[in-house]
């Protein structure tokens, strides 16, 4: 798998998905830039949430709120106490780490030993060796596996708990070396605040301490009595935005996962009081069914209900993705109750209430949220997306099976040749098609390698004008999953296409 997640990284900078930012500068740690490819499948999942929450939901308007905000806004927030990780110095080796990434690094290490003894039985055992009996009936093996368990249970304990003593006990006891140096000289556990400072005004004195929003959903909360005024909205409704977040992680890993500049798609469900349980079940079942109809695999998705709940929560469950290094989040639905309204109503000293026409009375709304990170969603196609097949002839090919509705390039239309007025055709197909779809020209290569590139990139269909088309006006039309070809108009192709983008 680690294998695997390397071929993802590498395969989104070879075909112009993703770059390491200000690359010629060494990169910038947890930063990343879309390339021309990425910036088109980044836009395409965007625009496939936005119409399955805005655009298909009559309740549910979009808005498009500033990054900066007022510097109370986090205190009403509660991010300015309480937005924090645990932080561990180690004063040797100058590292700094995540308390959960210095245990899933532990946890690591000791599945490393696990797997050293299975493969050493396995070659003494030769044919007769059962994986599963082994590890069930060594005790040593079993020993090691129940370590992995019982750490992650106390480890996640722990750290809902975010008391530092805790972890720090658990860090001790544990006898965690850094995974780098082998050292073990720990500092102190220390909370360390995720969001980042900067300062709005041209002079020191009258400069304002302003923070990058470390998520937009305040964005949506300090509007919501002007787009229920203005929108005429009556609960329940929903307000949606999608925009960049800014948060200081401790620990940059795993590529695009956990970035430091990140995006999130964000829908914040305004209701009455008392209904939390029933809109909670609901948004649960409808986002997941939203990630099901990609055709990225059911078994790929599961829910992680939250035991331990933050403090503005009365309900909490993330929808986690099999993303190359295992199941983590990749979206969060929240029940908030009343907890940010009423905290910006007192900071701000204004009411924000809705007037409930039927029942003739006036109250503070509950809110559901659904929070998806925008960067998390392109991980998890890309990495489900590529694959790599043996083919009948014996060769391997690697081929991107994006959905198709979020594909960069539809289609790719190609001459078979550069000559006998071929180009001339393949040219005009693009002219034609380009109005309903992003489609490219390639003429460089023979025609087998171009179909491998278009493979790799993800291109979910390739057109090929041949000489028989100077006589019929019929095209080669080759699907890239199924590498199927057909012969068919030119005039048949919008539609063709049409029907595998839509959903
Ligand atoms: P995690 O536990 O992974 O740090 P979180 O619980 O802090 O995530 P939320 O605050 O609920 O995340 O944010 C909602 C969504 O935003 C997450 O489900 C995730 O998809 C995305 N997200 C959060 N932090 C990052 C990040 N640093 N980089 C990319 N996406 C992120």
């Known amino acids: 798998n680690d294998d695997k997640f390397k071929k993802v990284i590498s395969h989104a900078k070879e075909y112009g998905y993703v770059f390491q930012s200000s690359e010629i500068y060494d990169g910038l740690s947890a930063v990343y830039d879309y390339a021309q490819n990425g910036a088109e499948l980044k836009n395409n999942i965007r625009n496939y949430w936005w119409k399955a929450m805005v655009q298909m939901h009559e309740n549910i308007v979009g808005i498009d709120a500033a990054i900066f905000m007022h510097p109370t806004t986090w205190k009403a927030s ?107 000289n720990w500092t102190d556990v220390k909370q360390f605040n995720l969001m980042f400072g900067t300062k709005l005004g041209a002079s020191a004195d009258s400069a304002m301490d302003l923070y990058l929003r470390p998520e937009t959903a305040q964005g949506i909360f300090v509007n919501f009595l002007n787009v229920q005024k203005t929108g005429r909205m009556k609960i329940p409704f929903g307000i949606a935005q999608t925009g960049k977040a800014f948060r200081n992680e401790i620990v940059a890993r795993q590529f695009i996962f956990r970035m430091r500049e990140f995006e999130q798609m964000e829908m914040q469900f305004f209701i009455k009081p008392g209904t939390q349980k029933e809109w909670f079940e609901y948004w649960k079942e409808h986002r997941l069914k ?94 489900n997306s590529l694959q790599e097949e043996e083919l009948d002839n014996g060769t391997t090919r690697t081929v991107l099976k994006l959905p198709a509705v979020l594909a960069p390039t539809k289609a790719a239309i190609l001459p078979l040749v550069k000559k006998d007025g071929l180009p001339d055709i393949a040219k005009q197909i693009v002219e034609d098609l380009k109005w309903d779809f992003n489609v490219v020209y390639d003429e460089k290569d023979a025609v087998g390698r171009r179909y491998r590139r278009q ?49």
């Not at 106390?154 to 006990?169: C, F, I, Q, T, W």
């Not at 080759?478 to 012969?487: G, I, L, S, V």
């Open 455 to 503: 493979d790799a990139v993800g291109t979910p269909y390739c057109i090929t004008v041949d000489h028989d088309t100077l006589e019929d006006n019929t095209v080669t039309i080759r699907h890239r999953d199924t590498m199927e070809q057909k012969r068919v108009k030119i005039d048949e192709l919008r539609s063709i296409i049409k029907k595998e983008v839509d959903v």
């Open 78 to 184: 509660g991010h300015v106490d309480a937005f924090n990780d645990p932080l561990i110095d180690n004063k040797d080796s100058k590292k700094r780490y995540r308390a959960d990434v210095l245990v899933e690094d532990y946890c690591a290490k000791i599945e490393a030993k696990i797997n050293k003894e299975v493969a050493k039985a396995a070659k003494r055992f030769g044919d007769a060796f059962n994986k599963e009996e082994f590890v069930s009936t060594n005790g040593r093996v079993l020993g090691y596996q129940e370590k992995i368990d019982s750490t992650l249970k106390r480890l996640g304990k722990s750290l809902e708990n975010e008391d530092l003593a805790d972890v720090k006990a658990l860090i001790e006891e544990l006898e965690i070396a850094d995974p780098l140096s082998g050292s073990r």
């Open 290 to 383: 939203w990630h099901k109809s990609l055709g990225m695999g059911d078994d790929n998705y599961r829910f992680h209900d939250h035991e331990k709940l933050a403090h503005y929560a009365d309900a909490a469950t993330d929808i986690e993705f099999n993303f190359p290094f295992g199941f983590k989040e990749l979206e969060g639905i929240h029940s908030r109750t009343d907890f940010d309204l009423s905290q910006h109503e007192e900071y701000s000293g204004k009411k924000l209430q809705y007037f409930d026409h039927e029942d003739n009375a006036s109250y503070t709304p509950y809110v559901l949220e659904t929070s998806i990170g925008l960067d998390r969603m392109f991980l998890a196609v890309f990495s």
